[in-house]
Structures are given as structure tokens and as C-alpha cells.
């Protein structure tokens, strides 16, 4: 079977580029809202039939080429005995490293309900359609477990960092090799393809992010079975060292221009890199955006187009008609 988003990983050519949103399933969308009035977050995460219901409501609509499974990256932390409450974001206790090192390793039979979300996904889009699992980065889960909850600059992190990286390092290590289980059962249960969410990495300076986070990314996604997109939005002051993550795939976010960031990562496919403000505009500025963004790939293997990061929750879903229309048109 061949599924356009995994050839383009694979830089091999397609018959059309390849098209996703990351966010896709969410507050955007009238029908989440609808399921979302009757299941808080957690609810609708851990109910498989739900959660699967969710991934599949942009697909229905859309027909993208890849099919995100709606979790988030905080779920696993939970099956670590990490309580949460989601406000819309996670908010829970601050952590300290020591703490976070001193987590219970992650059991897999905990998250059995996104296994199960990713068998009934599998089994309910098109066969062409590939399969997206997910998780967060070591040092973006660390920063939310630090903090609390997200922040404005993660002070309290980077303080953290600089105070006793050794004990960074720690934390970093035990949440690597949670998240590399986490990863590997998805594409066991039939993901397709892995993406890691490196969000807040963009707030650490270069020889932190190479010393830290760097290699705590590496170490969770080295020898999956798979093709494994790598995201830090924000982090174009450290594209040229992502580059030795040596995974298949990088999303960049709009920052940084197409074509630019492959003379930086090298010969790997890329995965973005709309602005999510361009959705809030109209068609026209759309179809203008997707043409722009074609031609810094005109001639290329590996592209698959995204936006630069997650959708805007006010976008307008005819909007998102038009974006993957443009695409494909
Ligand atoms: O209905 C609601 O109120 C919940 C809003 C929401 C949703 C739809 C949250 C809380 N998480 C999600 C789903 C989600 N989160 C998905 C699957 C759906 C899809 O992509 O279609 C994914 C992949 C994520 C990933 C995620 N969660 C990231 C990485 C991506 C990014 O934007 O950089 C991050 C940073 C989070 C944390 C988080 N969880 C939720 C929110 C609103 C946030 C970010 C805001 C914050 O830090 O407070």
C-alpha cells in the first residue's frame, strides 16, 4: 500500500504532496466542540471509541494524508503517576528534577486505551491515509513537570538547567526512555509513522539544547522501526544541529523560510511550514500562501506540507477546505 506521506518521508517521489494539519483535530472544528460539551479532555482521551471518533472527524472532512491520534503529550506522564487537570492546557504540581528522574518507569498497559484508539483509527480511514503517533520531547515534558503548567518563558526551567544539569540530565534520561516505549507500542498497535514535540526547546540557548535536549531527543527516537518526523517550533537558531538527530523527517515552523532550512538540515524531507495565521485570512490569501510555498519545493523530493505549527482554534473550517484544496488543485 502506498501512502503518500510515508513515500515523501522516505524521499521518494510522489503523485501529489502530501497534506496534514497538526492540531487538525480540535476546537476548530464544530463536531469536536459538540463530542467535547459531553466528555471533558481527560474523558475523551482515554475512550477509545471517542478518541478515535476525534482523529477521524478532520479526515472526514478534509481527506488529509495523514491522521494525528488524538491524545496529548502529557497522557503518558499520567501513566506515571503524574496528576494532571487540563485547563485548556495541563496544570499540575511543580516538579523537581530529582522527582522527575524518580518517576515511575512508564507501564505500557496504562495507555492500553490509546493502543486501542490506534487499532480503530487504522481500521477506520483509507488505506492510503497514514497513520500519526505522537509524543512529547524529553525537555518539553520537563518543562511542563517543572513549571506546573505552560509558561510565558520557563524561567523556572532554565534555572533548573543551569543549576544542576546533572540532574537534568537525570530527568531527561528517565523521561527518554518512557517516551521510547510509548513510541514503539503506538507503531506496534499500527501508527505508521512517530512525530516528537520538542515545543518548548526553542527557549534554551544553543550549547544547552546541544548538551540537554539534543540528546535526550536522540536517544528516545533512535531505532524505532519507522519513519520519525522531529518538531521544535521557534528553534531556527538550532536547525543545523537538529540535523544529528538523523531522523527522516524535520516540521519547521514559518520562521524560517523552506528552502533554508534544507540547505541547513541536509537531504531529509520537511515537513511544514505555513504561518497558522494565513487560515484566518481568506481563500484567496490561502491559495497564494500554498503557491508560494510550492515553489520553495518545485523539483524536490520529501515535501510534505503542514502548517507551522498547530491550527489556530478561531480558524474557520472552510478555510482549512480551501488550504488542502489548494494542495492538491
Ligand atoms: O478541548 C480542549 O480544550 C483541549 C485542547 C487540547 C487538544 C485538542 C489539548 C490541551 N490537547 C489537545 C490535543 C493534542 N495536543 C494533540 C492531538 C490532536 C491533533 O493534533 O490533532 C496533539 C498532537 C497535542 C500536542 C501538544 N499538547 C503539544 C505539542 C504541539 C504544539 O502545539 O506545540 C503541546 C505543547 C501540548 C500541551 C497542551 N495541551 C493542551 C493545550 C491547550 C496545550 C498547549 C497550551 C499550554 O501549554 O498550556
Redesign the pocket.
Known amino acids: 500500500m502506498v501512502r503518500p506521506l510515508i513515500e515523501a518521508l522516505r524521499m521518494r517521489p510522489v503523485a501529489r504532496r502530501p497534506v496534514w494539519?497538526?492540531?487538525?483535530?480540535?476546537?476548530y472544528l464544530p463536531e469536536?466542540?459538540e463530542l467535547?460539551a459531553r466528555h471533558s479532555?481527560q474523558e475523551?482521551?482515554s475512550t477509545p471509541q471517542v478518541a478515535a471518533e476525534?482523529?477521524l472527524q478532520?479526515i472526514r472532512r478534509f481527506g488529509m494524508d495523514g491522521a494525528?491520534?488524538?491524545?496529548?503529550?502529557?497522557t503518558p506522564l499520567e501513566a506515571m503517576g503524574v496528576e494532571m487537570t487540563?485547563?485548556?492546557?495541563?496544570?499540575l504540581r511543580p516538579h523537581t528534577l530529582a522527582e522527575v528522574a524518580a518517576l515511575e518507569p512508564l507501564d505500557i498497559d496504562r495507555v492500553g486505551f490509546v493502543t486501542e484508539t490506534i487499532r480503530r483509527v487504522r481500521s477506520g480511514v483509507p488505506d492510503e491515509t497514514a497513520v500519526i503517533g505522537?509524543a512529547?520531547a524529553p525537555l518539553?515534558l520537563l518543562a511542563?513537570l517543572v513549571e506546573g503548567?505552560?509558561?510565558k518563558d520557563f524561567m523556572r526551567l532554565r534555572g533548573q538547567l543551569r543549576a544542576d544539569p546533572a540532574a537534568a540530565r537525570a530527568a531527561l534520561t528517565a523521561l527518554a526512555a518512557a517516551m521510547k516505549s510509548y513510541l514503539a507500542m503506538q507503531l506496534d498497535a499500527g501508527a505508521d509513522v512517530v512525530?516528537l514535540?520538542d515545543?518548548?526547546a526553542g527557549v534554551l540557548d544553543r550549547d544547552t539544547y546541544r548538551d540537554l535536549a539534543l540528546p535526550a531527543a536522540s536517544t528516545t527516537l533512535g531505532g524505532l522501526d519507522a519513519p520519525r518526523i522531529y518538531?521544535a517550533?521557534g528553534s531556527g537558531h538550532t536547525l543545523d544541529l537538529q540535523a544529528a538527530i538523523g531522523v527522516e523527517g524535520y516540521a519547521v515552523d514559518w520562521r524560517v523560510p523552506l528552502d533554508e532550512a534544507w540547505a541547513r538540515l541536509g537531504d531529509v524531507a520537511i515537513q511544514g511550514n505555513i504561518d497558522p495565521a494565513v487560515l484566518l485570512a481568506d481563500p484567496d490569501a490561502i491559495r497564494k500562501a500554498v503557491s508560494d510555498l510550492l515553489a520553495r519545493s518545485a523539483g524536490r523530493d520529501g515535501h510534505i506540507v503542514n502548517l507551522g505549527?498547530?491550527?489556530d482554534?478561531h480558524t474557520p473550517p472552510e478555510n482549512v477546505a480551501a488550504f488542502v484544496e489548494a494542495v492538491r488543485s
Request: no cysteine.
Open positions: 494539519i497538526m492540531r487538525q483535530a480540535g476546537r469536536y466542540r467535547r479532555f475523551a482521551v476525534i482523529t478532520p494525528v491520534i488524538f491524545a496529548d503529550i502529557m487540563f485547563d485548556p492546557g495541563p496544570r505522537f512529547g518539553t511542563y503548567g505552560g509558561s512525530q514535540f515545543s518548548w518538531f517550533p505549527h498547530g491550527i482554534r
